[in-house]
């Protein structure tokens, strides 16, 4: 099983709301990214969580509030975004450590903040 | 800091023919990986190929292949036979070590590829 889930698949919100996008993997990867990506753009890193912890995070405003509460989930909390938020939100899972190590990723969530 | 650079912005081919896409890249480190990626209309991006720094041959797999000229710096990926199903956007990644077990994977700009019939 080489599959990374995302859900939900497309999100509308306000900017008052509070959302959370989920993903999952059971490859037994304990590396773990959330990468936002605009439209004709690379993806661009927001946050890294290695063994559950997170270790990386790329100064990303607060709104935004990863949580891993196992080695097989991820997700993302929002709350008060802007509608310069809206975006493909991209997770990929791979192992730990390793200059070779490809990534696996989800087919994205498409939020869309109004 | 690591860049990959990709320089052609969208690139057409007629479906059977090869295409080539280029990517520079400047890193420092003597260990590193590239990879390169495929992401259609619907979003996911789906891993393609890879090349270490330290491999003597050139990365194949399938209809893709990776032309890796070291001392250029260039990791360019070529595509044979195309196919319509290969019009897409194509990424160029490479590992940057970030500290202890960690690393991210950076991404270039990308190359929209789109196959004519």
């Known amino acids: 099983d080489t599959e990374v889930t995302q859900t939900p698949k497309h999100l509308v919100m306000g900017m008052t709301n509070k959302k959370s996008l989920k993903c999952e993997q059971h490859?037994?990867?304990?590396?773990m990214y959330w990468y936002k990506q605009k439209a004709k753009k690379p993806p661009e890193l927001m946050f890294v969580?290695?063994?559950?912890?997170?270790?990386i995070n790329e100064s990303v405003p607060s709104r935004f509030s990863p949580e891993c509460p196992n080695s097989s989930l991820l997700n993302l909390h929002l709350h008060a975004l802007q509608p310069e938020d809206s975006a493909l939100y991209l997770c990929a899972s791979s192992p730990v450590g390793g200059m070779n190590t490809e990534a696996f990723f989800g087919q994205g969530t498409r939020l869309t903040v109004v | 800091a690591q860049k990959i650079t990709q320089t052609q912005p969208g690139m057409f081919v007629q479906e059977k023919e090869a295409v080539t896409l280029d990517c520079t890249y400047d890193?420092?480190?003597?260990?590193?990986?590239l990879f390169w990626y495929k992401q259609p209309s619907s979003g996911e991006m789906i891993f393609l190929i890879y090349q270490g720094s330290y491999d003597e041959q050139n990365a194949t797999e399938g209809r893709y292949s990776l032309n890796f000229q070291k001392a250029r710096k260039s990791a360019n990926l070529v595509i044979s036979a195309s196919q319509l199903g290969d019009s897409a956007m194509y990424f160029c990644?490479?590992?940057?070590?970030?500290?202890?077990?960690?690393?991210?994977?950076?991404f270039g700009t990308g190359t929209l590829l789109a196959v004519q019939p």
């Open positions: 890193t420092s480190d003597q260990s590193y990986g």
């Open positions: 490859m037994g990867h304990r590396a």
């Open positions: 990644a490479m590992r940057e070590p970030y500290g202890g077990a960690t690393n991210k994977l950076i």
């Open positions: 969580y290695s063994y559950e912890k997170l270790s």
